[in-house]
């Protein structure tokens, strides 16, 4: 696994020691003896994961990683604190910074490298999600990456497995009014309750009589609904093999028995803000894929979509023998409504024709927004005089209806001249396909509008 690694400390001989251990496992090292090097490097270098020291001169770790933590370009770099204090009350102030984790001298190897390893897979995937929503240039990617998803009023939902009575009240008490805790005792139950519900995070005991939950981990992490879900590992004193192997299966997080209420809040806090500012990275990412493929005015399906997804069901009509047919429509005098009502009521028109189209064809129909006020649906599975009835039908829609415009709405008539054509037996291509039912528009319109012409050849 490569991936780039910023060690941050003031003195040489720690620095040396950790960049020793990582080269090791043949990461790249980057090193900074103070704070704002550290913020610089963060800020101009593709860093991959911090481990930062605590206890530094003039600006302390704490500060370094409440700037990144707040600045919209570092906020999504994982940040480990190092250091040699051990107090509980530390470890929560380093998460409250923003630190994603907090590890104490002298670190163990193991530890250390199990924790680099999973920020780094993290790491990557929101790199992955933060590069494709970026590149669409759809979304306000500053303004989505600058929001603070931990300072939201919406209490996190949370499920506890723990088959232990005592220590689930004990973690009901803790959490009460900041989380929404659902508790199950059996793990079996609880794999099928954390996939059937949208938890923000899974608490998962270590402390089975008869179970392994190194395997309710794993089961997770294979399912695709529960494989971004935050676990966290309620573990025992000297667990600490098996937290590394939980850490290798994928486990976000962990916290050692006897639990402290600020470090559980605090480390769920953490694990939840993660959760939500990927599942909005990844809801960007989905959203602007529909906008690509999407007319933002009227709902339909645009051009683009149209192109790539025509000739495909061409082939399968031409593979299958079976027909297609084509319609192309055209507003009648469109210009002359834009010109009388203005744009936003040419719109408002637009968007009621759509509304009517979309009624009027079948769901496996494919209705797209052309350009301008060219409407085109693709009917498989229809026969040209099929296709010619159902034109009519649009066309009788539009006429009969005024369309009512405006705040007063204000009636105005609309009618809409069609074109249709249908896939020929023999040799046919869709550029042909689309220029007959082109042809028949035209002497629709030239014809006198308010008009269907079928083109057969």
């Keep these: 696994m490569t991936a780039r690694i910023l060690v941050v400390d003031d003195i040489p001989a720690n620095v040396r020691l950790l960049e020793v251990r990582l080269l090791a496992e043949y990461f790249e090292v980057l090193t900074a003896t103070n704070g704002p090097d550290a913020i610089e490097t963060c800020e101009n ?14 600006m302390d770790g704490f500060e370094v990683c409440r700037r990144l933590k707040s600045d919209p370009a570092t906020s999504h770099i994982p940040v480990v604190m190092i250091t040699a204090l051990d107090q509980v009350s530390d470890r929560v102030r380093g998460l409250e910074a923003g630190a994603d984790d907090f590890l104490t001298k002298p670190v163990n190897d193991l530890q250390l490298m199990t924790r680099v390893k999973s920020l780094v897979r993290l790491k990557s995937l929101t790199d ?13 990617i500053e303004e989505l990456l600058s929001r603070n998803f931990a300072s939201e009023d919406t209490t996190p939902k949370v499920l506890l497995i723990d088959e232990r009575k005592s220590s689930v009240e004990r ?18 139950a609880g794999f099928f309750q954390a996939a059937e519900t949208s938890y923000e995070c899974v608490m998962i005991s270590t402390a089975f009589a008869d179970f392994d939950p190194l395997r309710l981990c794993s089961q997770l992490r294979s399912l695709d609904r529960t494989r ?13 093999e098996r937290i590394i192997r939980g850490l290798e299966l994928g486990i976000n997080d962990y916290l050692m028995r006897p639990i402290d209420q600020q470090e559980l809040t605090a480390r769920l806090r953490t694990q939840v803000r993660r959760k939500r500012y990927n599942d909005q990275l990844r ?21 683009r979509y149209l192109d ?15 027909p297609l047919s084509v319609m192309i429509t055209d507003l009648d ?19 009621e024709f759509a509304r009517r189209l979309r009624k009027n064809v079948r769901g496996i129909d494919l209705a797209c927004r052309f350009g301008g006020e060219e409407f085109v649906v693709v009917m498989p599975d229809t026969e040209g005089a099929v296709a010619e009835k159902v034109a009519e039908r649009i066309r009788a829609e539009i006429a009969q209806a005024a369309f ?32 007959r039912a082109d042809l028949a528009l035209y002497e629709a319109k030239s014809g006198g509008r308010n008009r269907v012409v079928a083109k057969a050849a």
């Design 45 to 58: 270098g593709k860093v991959d994961v911090v481990l930062l020291d605590v206890m530094m001169p003039d």
């Design 128 to 140: 992955e999600l933060r590069l494709r929503a970026s590149t669409t240039r759809n979304i306000g």
């Design 171 to 188: 973690i009901q008490k803790m959490l009460r009014g900041r989380a929404d805790l659902d508790v199950t005792h059996d793990p079996h």
């Design 228 to 240: 971004f879900v935050p676990i966290i590992l309620l573990a025992e004193e000297g667990e600490e």
């Design 283 to 303: 809801a960007s990412v989905t959203q602007t894929i529909e906008m690509a493929v999407t007319d933002g005015l009227t709902g339909l399906h645009n051009r």
């Design 308 to 322: 790539s997804h025509l000739q495909t069901l061409f082939d399968r009509a031409v593979a299958r023998r079976r």
């Design 333 to 351: 005098r469109f210009k002359a409504i834009n010109d009388a009502h203005g744009h936003d009521g040419g719109d408002e028109v637009l968007r």
């Design 404 to 435: 009512a415009i405006g705040q007063d709405g204000k009636a105005i008539e609309v009618t809409v001249s069609v074109g249709v054509s249908s896939v020929l037996k023999g040799v046919d291509t869709v550029a042909a396909l689309m220029k």
